[in-house]
């Protein structure tokens, strides 16, 4: 090692192969257990988290039984308790089964969880939304919206059309709101709007929107994700949007799958993608090596905005290990998390992790836990 140098120290590319940061949170993975995990575990999850310098993570709730209640969320605090490593933050439904029809209890279950999302599936009911989100507003709770208006579907105007009508929503409920990986340029400029009228709102992106566009896309499963890539106009605007404060943070929405139904061409293939373990490596060369912004910046895409917001440890002591220095390529055969479907195959990257710090303990280092 020819340096070490510490976070809060401008990063350039010559005379330093060594960084350290505050470790990462991600507050958009989903783990697939209880339920699926024949693709994610609890304990796959995590290593594959703490392989990418991440000490908190908030799963989804799109899981069987799904979070809607004391008793079906007490199934996956038990797998939890049992063998997450890190800081495990669970999202409880929105709604009943996710079924968008009927709220769920807000105040029971808001000290368990970390806010409450019905992921993959928008609210369609106005009515529904507007109650949940009175009650989140009640109770200081976060609602955390995946936005697809079923009539358009992934379309871009089925995102930025139902965030349009959340948008108001939140405003006249006074809540919490928090959009989740936002991938239009439409979107961008309507959350920029609202939180100049002074809206309560944060949104995230993910490392994907912000490299790649359709452009990039084959006909591979491993870019079949939701929201899709959308146009290079729509990358520019996230881009933009993350430099002018629009966007809060980048999260992953790491979604891992089986072989099987990753390998179906991209039109057969299930929505998803894996990205914890790429997330930092993609975004360093990309954005901070590409001299588009600090690291100091990206730190705080990563990991103190959306442990602020969320309200996740905001001052912890966890830090990861970076070797920026030494190039290397994307293989997914390394991964430790069972999905293996990631867009940045092969791609060479600098940033790879060396080491993960959670509460004074390693947790990962040099490819080991």
Known sequence: M?????????????GTDIVVCPAFCDVHVHFREPGRP????????????????YTAVCPMPNLDPAPDSLATLGVQLDIIERDAFIDVRPYATITMGREGTVPVDIRSLKNSVAAFSD?????????????????????????AAHCEDRRFGTL??????QLERDLKLA?????????????TKESVDLIRRAKDRGVDVSCETAPHYVVLSEEDRTDE???????????????????????????DMIATDHAPHTEEEKSRGFEGSAFGIVGLET???????????GGVMSLEKLVAFMGTAPRRRFGIDPDTEDYAVFDI??????????????????????????GRCLKTVHNGKTVYEAGNL
């Open 221 to 247: 499963g491993r870019f079949k994700m939701n929201p899709p890539l959308r146009t290079a106009a729509d990358r520019d605007a996230i881009l933009e949007g993350l430099l002018d404060g629009t966007i």
């Open 2 to 14: 020819k340096n070490r140098t510490s976070y809060g120290t401008h990063i350039s590319e010559s």
């Open 171 to 183: 405003e006249k409920a006074g809540c919490k709101y928090h959009v989740c990986h936002i991938s």
């Open 279 to 289: 997330a930092f490596p993609v975004l360093y060369t990309a954005l901070v090596r």
């Open 156 to 161: 871009p105007e089925g995102e930025w059309r």
């Open 38 to 53: 024949d693709k994610e575990t609890i304990l796959t999850g995590c290593r594959a988290a703490a392989a990418g310098g």
């Open 119 to 143: 992921d993959g599936s928008g609210v369609q009911d106005d009515s529904v939304m507007l109650r949940a989100m009175e009650i989140a507003a009640a109770e200081g709770c976060i609602i």
């Open 325 to 350: 220095a030494s190039p290397y390529r994307i293989d997914s055969g390394t991964f430790l998390s069972k999905g293996r479907s990631t867009p940045f195959e092969g791609m060479e990257v600098y």
